[in-house]
């Protein structure tokens, strides 16, 4: 039988506290460039001059052969970030994030919005005690910040670290002044730009001159250019529907699925928590109280949120989001789709149809999914009101 003999050899690691020099991240690459020509073993390109080496990345840059630049990484920790700046890196695909939890910790906005925040955080703790006496006092907590938190402003300053590669850096950095050049009259794409210079200006220390992908129009992908999209349901889908900033912001987990949004000019609609739904009086305080902060663009403003993917990839958000651990709002949003998935796919392929039907139980944990924390809801849990 035929035995196969290969060498395993570790180019780069990391190293908790070390900043790697930006010219030897550069060289790395002119390295990783050379094993495409390698005419020997790894040991033989290590050695070979330091000035071929140097002059291969710089090659490969003038050439737009960028991916031999994404060896390397950079961890990043962000403090103060805007949750907005969060969400526009959350939604490129080649990275790893940390983030602060508005779900578990309490956020710091601006003065006028600290008060209702404060305000919504007793009233939704005094709800939810009402509804469910039973609930375990660090739940109640939890669940009163997650839906408070939609009163305060995407803008609110938050904590993250964030890992791309030296290349995507480089990229992102220009995608981020690309960004910041275009004219525009959107009131929320004007305050944004401030928050994003600022983030350039710390930035630029990882970005290379040609280490771009300007040559193929590259730019930021959250943010979508067309008014509309088709919708669609099949081997691959898209569809659009309203969802708050925040569902955004935990949509972005699922990163095999595209994600882009539309902010509304005119006329803003809010995203209205069902435990107070059935109240008058309550939906009338959230109302007023959530378009008293509209000019902070509240996490809880409906937005137009674009999704796209394979019907494979949707099934894994489904594992992930109908449960009584997800937030409430993602929760029901994914269950809709999963209805809009079935009945358009009932028609048109029989196929994706009778897979997708599989998971038509309203609970991750009623289509197979095991459950190792297993709670009170069970395959009723799009029943809850928080």
């Known amino acids: 039988m035929f035995q196969l003999s290969f060498k395993v050899t570790v180019t780069q690691s990391t190293h908790p506290g070390y900043e790697l020099v930006r010219d030897d991240a550069k060289f790395s690459g002119g390295r990783s460039a050379g094993t495409c020509y390698m005419p020997d073993d790894y040991d033989a390109l290590k050695s070979e001059p330091t000035d071929k080496t140097a002059e291969r990345a710089e090659s490969n840059i003038a050439n737009k052969h960028h991916s031999v ?111 910041i050049a275009e004219e525009t009259s959107n009131v929320f794409f004007n305050k944004l730009k401030p928050y994003m210079e600022e983030f350039v200006e710390n930035m630029k220390f990882l970005e290379v001159e040609g280490l771009n992908d300007e040559a193929k129009g590259g730019e930021l992908s959250l943010f979508d250019r067309r008014q509309s999209r088709q919708e669609h349901f099949g081997e691959t889908y898209c569809t659009t529907y309203l969802g708050s900033f925040a569902q955004l912001a935990q949509a972005h987990r699922h990163r095999t699925l595209d994600y882009k949004m539309v902010v509304p000019d005119v006329d803003p609609k809010f995203f209205i928590p069902p435990i107070i739904a059935d109240s008058v009086e309550l939906m009338d305080l959230w109302l007023g109280d959530i378009e008293s902060v509209v000019e902070f663009f509240p996490q809880g403003m ?81 029943e809850r009101l928080i």
Request: hydrophobic share 35%; proline share 3%.
């Open 69 to 179: 630049f994404d060896h390397c990484s950079y961890s990043v920790m962000f403090e103060g970030i805007p949750k907005i700046l969060a969400m526009i890196l959350n939604n490129e695909k080649a990275y790893a994030t940390s983030e602060k939890s508005a779900r578990y910790t309490k956020m710091k906005p601006s003065e006028q919005e600290r008060v209702l925040y404060e305000k919504w955080i007793q009233i939704f703790q005094d709800l939810i005690l009402q509804k469910y006496p039973d609930t375990d006092e660090t739940k109640v907590k939890k669940l009163a910040q997650e839906n408070a938190r939609y009163l305060i402003s995407v803008f609110t300053p938050t904590s993250m670290e964030y890992t791309a590669t030296f290349g995507q850096w480089s990229k992102i950095v220009y995608w981020f002044r690309k960004f």
């Open 302 to 382: 409906l937005i137009s949120i674009r999704e796209r993917g394979t019907y494979e990839k949707f099934i894994l958000k489904t594992k992930e989001r109908l449960c009584s651990g997800a937030q409430l709002e993602i929760s029901m949003q994914t269950y809709n789709t999963l209805q809009n998935f079935i009945g358009e796919t009932s028609m048109s392929d029989l196929a994706v149809f009778s897979e997708i039907k599989l998971y038509d139980h309203g609970a991750r944990c009623a289509s197979g999914y095991k459950c190792t924390n297993p709670c009170k809801w069970g395959k009723n849990q799009l």
